[in-house]
């Protein structure tokens, strides 16, 4: 069993790789959000623990990124952090992750949830992350759309960046972060490659009051992509 650990905190790091290799697992460490996603992305692991607040990319965001490049393929998530708000534990589990361990840790609670959901994946081939809008909506894990009971035809990039915008409603988005995640820190991707991106998906997905959304553009930083409170 193999697992891609992404933590800054050294000593934690070390405390709890410690504990895994003890009980048999096979652990990889990363200290950079980007980093960790890239050897997801590239090799096989089993399980994925994040911690929230990681250099470059934070934990949510290495989520994301993994969901849409690896789709069905995506390892279980446990995120094990300090952060233990009710919004935030909710938020990470709306966003797919599968568990959700509140520092300090311990380490007969972490190999319990561990084997708990290595259990589920076995049993489960899979889930559907799915956000009903009404006259929108959209599906993750099979990478649709629907608008008005039609399937919309999109990229295989304009794809990656709507199923983002929905996973982040409300919430500003810097191009150069756009970038780090839908394109996964391609080289020479110019920020314009973004607004041609968000400008498409403005027409195909009528991101406009009439249907109760906006996408807005944000001067000299990115998009925020918004619900109408009464779309005409």
Same mark, same amino acid.
């Given at each position: 069993?193999?697992?891609?650990? $992404?933590?800054? *905190?050294?000593?934690? #790091?070390?405390?709890?790789?410690?504990?895994?290799?003890? #009980?048999?697992?096979?652990?990889?460490?990363?200290?950079?959000?980007?980093?960790?996603?890239?050897?997801?992305?590239?090799?096989?692991?089993? +399980?994925?623990?994040?911690?929230?607040? +990681?250099? *470059?990319?934070?934990?949510?965001?290495?989520?994301?990124?993994?969901?849409?490049?690896?789709?069905?393929?995506?390892? #279980?998530?446990?995120?094990?952090?300090?952060?233990?708000?009710?919004?935030?534990? +909710?938020?990470?589990?709306?966003?797919?992750? *599968?568990?959700?361990?509140?520092?300090?840790?311990?380490?007969?609670? @972490?190999?319990?949830?561990?084997?708990?959901?290595?259990?589920?994946?076995?049993?489960?081939?899979?889930?559907?992350?799915?956000?009903?809008?009404?006259?929108?909506?959209?599906?993750?894990?099979?990478?649709?759309?629907?608008?008005?009971?039609?399937?919309? /035809?999109?990229?295989?990039?304009?794809?990656? @960046?709507?199923?983002?915008?929905?996973?982040?409603?409300?919430? #500003?988005?810097?191009?150069?972060?756009?970038?780090?995640?839908?394109?996964? @820190?391609?080289?020479?991707?110019?920020?314009?490659?973004?607004? +041609?991106? /968000?400008?498409?998906?403005?027409?195909?997905?009528? $991101?406009?009051?009439?249907?109760?959304?906006?996408?807005?553009?944000?001067?000299?930083?990115?998009?925020?992509?918004?619900?109408?409170?009464?779309?005409?």
């Amino acid at each position: 069993m193999r697992i891609a650990y $992404l933590e800054d *905190d050294g000593d934690v #790091a070390a405390t709890v790789s410690g504990w895994l290799r003890a #009980a048999g697992y096979d652990v990889e460490c990363f200290v950079s959000g980007a980093e960790c996603a890239h050897a997801v992305e590239s090799r096989c692991f089993d +399980v994925c623990l994040f911690d929230w607040i +990681v250099p *470059d990319l934070s934990g949510r965001e290495v989520l994301a990124r993994l969901q849409i490049k690896l789709r069905r393929a995506m390892p #279980a998530v446990i995120f094990t952090t300090g952060r233990d708000a009710e919004e935030d534990v +909710v938020a990470v589990l709306n966003a797919g992750a *599968d568990d959700y361990i509140v520092k300090p840790l311990s380490r007969a609670l @972490l190999l319990a949830r561990l084997e708990a959901v290595t259990r589920r994946q076995r049993g489960v081939a899979g889930g559907s992350l799915r956000q009903d809008f009404g006259r929108l909506r959209v599906d993750h894990a099979r990478r649709q759309i629907v608008l008005d009971e039609q399937l919309v /035809a999109l990229t295989e990039r304009e794809t990656d @960046l709507a199923l983002y915008l929905f996973q982040n409603v409300g919430r #500003a988005l810097s191009r150069a972060h756009l970038i780090q995640v839908v394109w996964s @820190l391609t080289p020479d991707i110019d920020t314009r490659t973004v607004d +041609v991106h /968000a400008s498409s998906l403005r027409r195909k997905l009528r $991101l406009n009051p009439e249907y109760g959304w906006r996408l807005v553009s944000i001067y000299g930083h990115g998009y925020r992509l918004e619900r109408e409170r009464s779309p005409a």
